[in-house]
């Protein structure tokens, strides 16, 4: 079983976009959820995004709702994150989970929830 890595982070200034990928494991598509959190300098991690494992629920946190988007790609077998309208707050590391455990028909933003990790990927958003 091959290990989780994240790619697509970098610097940018606010306001733009970035695109964040996830792969290297063939549980991303069998998965029953998977997401995206992120921990701030300073901060506990938090819930970015999730996905059901048929990518037709999303679930995403107030702070990010309307500007990124979650999804499957099926083709390269990743999990991607496409963030626009980025503000200084959105600085951190990004990680993807998977193996999600749902609550009902729900992937939670808690990540608890999910028990295989990358190693995350730096973005910073420069104001």
């Known amino acids: 079983q091959t290990q989780l890595v994240e790619s697509g982070g970098g610097s940018v200034q606010a306001g733009g976009s970035l695109r964040l990928s996830c792969g290297g494991s063939?549980?991303?598509?069998?998965?029953?959820?998977v997401g995206w959190f992120r921990q701030g300098p300073g901060q506990k991690r938090e819930g970015v995004a999730t996905?059901?494992?048929?990518?037709?629920?999303?679930t995403y946190s107030n702070s990010v709702a309307g500007r990124f988007t979650i999804s499957l790609n099926n083709v390269n077998n990743t999990l991607d994150l496409q963030m626009t309208s980025l503000k200084s707050e959105d600085t951190g590391i990004y990680y993807c989970?998977?193996?999600?455990?749902?609550?009902?028909?729900?992937?939670?933003?808690?990540?608890?929830?999910?028990?295989?990790w990358g190693p995350g990927t730096q973005v910073t958003i420069s104001s």
């Open positions: 989970a998977i193996q999600g455990r749902p609550v009902g028909d729900k992937c939670r933003l808690w990540e608890y929830d999910y028990s295989k």
């Open positions: 063939g549980y991303i598509r069998v998965s029953n959820c």
């Open positions: 996905l059901s494992h048929d990518g037709t629920k999303t």
